[in-house]
């Protein structure tokens, strides 16, 4: 993560550990490397090593909006899960659904950076970002929670890069 930037880009610390993120069309996250939007347009499946009887908060963003170059919406937040038992992922609170990568044409690759954080209490909120709104989901800052929520480092983390297909108009044309 050092040298793709994401350290100091998004975090000051390096994950504890690799997250193991698979998608339902065979795709894998390798710590880098390029995937497609169509490959990752659907909710993965996250692993990561957990304390039993923890809670986690998953965070999915895109530092790279509207581009690497001119990252101004930096960061663009992709999915939230919150309050995760141990790291049974689809047993937390979803606060931002998951939406896939949408890199537009000609912005070059993207980064899309998966972290997960222990949490210290339970967190409440009854805040939720629906996967076909845009609101709530520019200039998110990895940080701010950390802060926040007083987390310490993340424990898991990965990414993969991506850039524009045909994809990326089906999912443009749903999020409003």
């Not at 940080?143 to 045909?166: C, L, T």
């Given at each position: 993560?050092d040298?793709a930037g994401i350290i100091?880009d998004?975090?000051?610390v390096?994950?504890a550990?690799?997250?193991?993120i698979?998608?339902?069309s065979?795709?894998?996250v390798t710590?880098g490397?390029?995937?497609?939007p169509t490959?990752v347009k659907?909710i ?8 039993a009887?923890?809670?986690y ?8 909006a ?11 937040l992709h999915?939230?899960v919150i ?7 689809s ?8 939406i896939?990568a ?15 954080f222990?949490q210290n209490?339970?967190i409440?909120?009854?805040k ?8 709530g989901r520019?200039?998110?800052?990895a ?10 480092g ?6 993969f890069?991506?850039?524009f ?12």
């Amino acid at each position: 993560m050092d040298t793709a930037g994401i350290i100091p880009d998004i975090i000051d610390v390096k994950p504890a550990s690799k997250a193991t993120i698979t998608y339902p069309s065979g795709a894998q996250v390798t710590l880098g490397n390029e995937l497609t939007p169509t490959q990752v347009k659907d909710i993965p499946t996250v692993e990561f090593e957990a304390e039993a009887g923890s809670l986690y908060t998953l965070l999915l963003v895109d530092p790279d909006a509207p581009s690497r170059a001119d990252p101004k919406l930096r960061e663009l937040l992709h999915w939230l899960v919150i309050n995760i038992p141990g790291n049974k992922v689809s047993e937390g609170q979803t606060i931002a659904e998951y939406i896939g990568a949408g890199p537009r044409e000609g912005t070059g690759l993207h980064r899309y950076v998966f972290l997960v954080f222990k949490q210290n209490d339970k967190i409440t909120t009854e805040k939720f970002v629906s996967k076909t709104s845009r609101t709530g989901r520019t200039n998110v800052k990895a940080r701010d929670y950390i802060q926040k929520y007083s987390f310490g480092g993340p424990v898991a983390g990965n990414f993969f890069q991506a850039q524009f297909d045909d994809y990326v108009n089906t999912l443009l044309e749903t999020v409003k």
